[in-house]
């Protein structure tokens, strides 16, 4: 097997150019997701810290007295809440940003490429404007840190983190036979027992129980997202022992809840789940079995490491098939015009919040991948008929023939900017005083694609 180097660049990276000093080899691009993560510390992301908690608890505080005082003190109220949600508004585009830099200047562009599969697997959204920054501040602490080493301190990670446990509701989760349940009348909520089974470990299919789901939910009791973050307070868990896939969890506890964790993390159901998902999501909608299987035996006989997986993922055959099987979705696909335009991350940074709404994340919405807002818990969908359709196509079109010219442009450019490229004063929030760059720039506006879709 000689791997080629264009079909690293596309199949695992995001294209070319490739960045200066980019692995385009199996164990060139093993060795650099092994180092650290420059791209974490260059480019910083959200976090749940006190900072944040504060802000999320007194912009929650200010709405609640807004819906019960009237008049001057609830527009007040109001006023504090909408500054603390453009606060965490900004967050959220700082961490989007963020996520675009990263994956365009990444000379390890493998690493950015399995963020963004982790981040789909681990699928969360914010229910509301208070819980804008959570989704990214999951990248930064469960899937960025936990890329590489053993896959149950990624699901503990991803599983107990206040984005997870917001997004599924488990705050509301409360043991129907525990002090808390029988004072408030409160019961179980399955949506993260049925979820983990489902789709972070064992797979849709893979033998489990209702019993199973329902055990797993009185066990996961007591884990409460509150003003101070994520707790474990045992009076609202189910007391007793619980019963999952045959294994018993004594105790209402956290140890108890991380042991199950470790435990389906290093199932076979779930080795075979996440084999067939990688091979999927990297090589082929319909992976070669053979490809699939030994991503499987690696992770099982490597106790669940993720880098023996990815490694066998990268060094088989198959990964290596000239055939081209894969559409690249909204984000890479926009990912891959931008490195092909030569953008840096240091001027996806500068761009103002509006522009770079308008000009890339919102122009994802159309082509079927709204910013960090999955249909729903099992993530983005990965067959190319999900994403090539009339609509994602012409959305894809128009932002082709549109977007780029208000971006770049090729003229002597002056300043810091690199000398083949430059973009827009107004797009980069530019100086103060600066009069902003022609609207139509040095080239004439393309006309805009109106296609004709037959339904």
Do not use: C
Request: hydrophobic share 45%; no cysteine; charged share 20%.
């Amino acid at each position: 097997m000689t791997p080629d180097p264009i079909i690293a660049a596309f199949r695992f990276g995001y294209g070319l150019p490739s960045p200066a000093g980019a692995p385009l080899g199996p164990d060139a691009m093993l060795a650099a997701l092994a180092g650290p993560d420059a791209m974490a510390r260059a480019f910083p992301g959200p976090k749940v810290d006190a900072a944040l908690l504060a802000l999320m608890n007194d912009a929650d505080t200010a709405l609640r007295a807004s819906r019960r005082s009237q008049g001057a003190a609830s527009a007040e109220a109001r006023a504090t809440y909408r500054s603390h949600v453009s606060t965490l508004q900004t967050l959220r585009i700082g961490a989007a940003k963020a996520s675009f830099a990263r994956a365009v200047v990444a000379p390890d562009g493998f690493r950015e490429r399995l963020v963004q599969f982790w981040s789909s697997h681990f699928t969360t959204t914010s229910r509301s404007n208070t819980q804008a920054a959570l989704p990214a501040a999951l990248v930064e602490e469960a899937i960025r840190p936990h890329l590489t080493g053993p896959f149950s301190a990624l699901l503990r990670a991803a599983i107990l983190h206040p984005a997870m446990l917001s997004y599924l509701d488990q705050s509301a989760s409360i043991g129907p036979n525990s002090a808390f349940g029988q004072r408030k009348n409160k019961g179980l909520n399955e949506n993260l027992a049925r979820e983990l089974l489902e789709l972070h470990t064992l797979g849709a299919g893979a033998g489990y129980s209702q019993t199973d789901v329902r055990q797993m939910a009185e066990l996961l009791t007591g884990l409460f997202m509150g003003k101070n973050g994520v707790t474990f307070n045992p009076v609202r868990a189910e007391p007793g022992p619980e019963t999952v896939l045959g294994q018993t969890y004594d105790g209402e506890t956290l140890a108890a809840i991380t042991r199950a964790l470790d435990d389906l993390a290093l199932r076979p159901e779930t080795a075979a789940h996440l084999a067939r998902k990688l091979a999927t999501h990297f090589v082929a909608d319909i992976p070669d079995p053979a490809l699939v299987a030994a991503i499987g035996a690696a992770w099982t006989q490597s106790g669940g490491d993720l880098l023996a997986a990815y490694t066998a993922l990268l060094t088989h055959p198959a990964a290596w098939d000239p055939r081209k099987q894969k559409a690249r979705q909204p984000f890479d696909f926009i990912v891959a015009a931008l490195r092909a335009l030569g953008l840096t991350g240091a001027q996806i940074m500068r761009m103002g919040d509006g522009p770079f709404r308008r000009l890339i994340l919102h122009p994802m919405t159309p082509m079927g991948q709204p910013w960090q807002t999955a249909p729903g818990p099992d993530g983005w969908p990965e067959e190319a008929e999900a994403w090539i359709t009339p609509q994602g196509m012409a959305a894809r079109i128009t932002w082709a023939m549109e977007v780029p010219g208000r971006l770049v442009r090729a003229a002597n450019p002056a300043g810091s900017l690199p000398q083949h490229i430059r973009l827009r004063g107004a797009d980069l929030g530019g100086a103060p005083g600066r009069k902003p760059a022609s609207r139509r720039g040095p080239y004439p506006r393309l006309p805009r694609f109106q296609p004709q879709v037959t339904p």
